[in-house]
T-cell receptor
Framework: LAKTTQPISMDSYEGQEVNITCSHN???????ITWYQQFPSQGPRFIIQ???TKVTNEVASLFIPADRKSSTLSLPRVSLSDTAVYYC?????????FGAGTRLTVKP | EAQVTQNPRYLITVTGKKLTVTCSQN?????MSWYRQDPGLGLRQIYY???????DKGDVPEGYKVSRKEKRNFPLILESPSPNQTSLYFC????????????FGSGTQLSVL
């Protein structure tokens, strides 16, 4: 079983901020949280990775509370091209298990 | 260009006919893995390899074999394919097993008739 739980789908409109939360109640002390984006017929693409508090790059921000049992991927001002499936990944030993992902649909 | 290369991109075969899907990476990565993706089920790990000659089962290893004789190559072997192995397959690699920044190939769409 995957270690992570995410909403199955989300809808948004262009220009809005989107927050996708992932639950990982059994995260180990040394585990990082990694997020990926996948477009149809393509392999997933790394977006952002964090261990605690907040990480920001040119694409997204990742917020991780102190207990690290969840994390939130924040996409600022989404556009139609952000329509994709988003996965959070928490490693279990050396097994990189993905959850079912969140299908984000951005509408005009 | 740093990349993970899978071949073929599309494959149609018949039940029981052995096939191999190749995967190669040019980034000197130690960790490689195979996933299958089915509608509504996300990515499920089949096998992974932490380094040359070291492989281990993932969530759904039944019906698959792998080998890691060289660092750059990690082929996926279906000795006797069945229709329930019809799926989209992805190979991925990362620098080391403790680094979750995976690089994925473009995928192989397999249909077993």
């Amino acid at each position: 079983l995957a270690k992570t739980t995410q909403p199955i789908s989300m809808d948004s409109y262009e220009g809005q901020e989107v927050n996708i939360t992932c639950s990982h109640n059994n995260i180990a002390t040394n585990d990082y949280i990694t997020w990926y984006q996948q477009f149809p017929s393509q392999g997933p693409r790394f977006i952002i990775q964090g261990y605690k508090t907040k990480v920001t790059n040119e694409v997204a921000s990742l917020f991780i509370p102190a207990d690290r049992k969840s994390s939130t991927l924040s996409l600022p001002r989404v556009s139609l091209s952000d329509t994709a499936v988003y996965y959070c990944l928490v490693k279990e030993n050396n097994d990189m298990r993905f959850g079912a992902g969140t299908r984000l649909t951005v509408k005009p | 260009e740093a990349q993970v290369t899978q071949n073929p991109r599309y494959l149609i075969t018949v039940t029981g006919k052995k096939l191999t899907v190749t995967c190669s990476q040019n980034m000197n990565h130690e960790y490689m893995s195979w996933y299958r993706q089915d509608p509504g089920l996300g990515l499920r790990q089949i096998y992974y390899s932490m380094n040359v000659e070291v492989t281990d089962k993932g969530d759904v290893p039944e019906g698959y074999k792998v080998s890691r004789k060289e660092k750059r190559n990690f082929p996926l072997i279906l000795e006797s394919p069945s229709p329930n192995q019809t799926s989209l397959y992805f190979c991925a690699s990362s620098l080391i097993a403790t680094n979750e920044k995976l690089f994925f190939g473009s995928g192989t769409q397999l249909s077993v008739l």
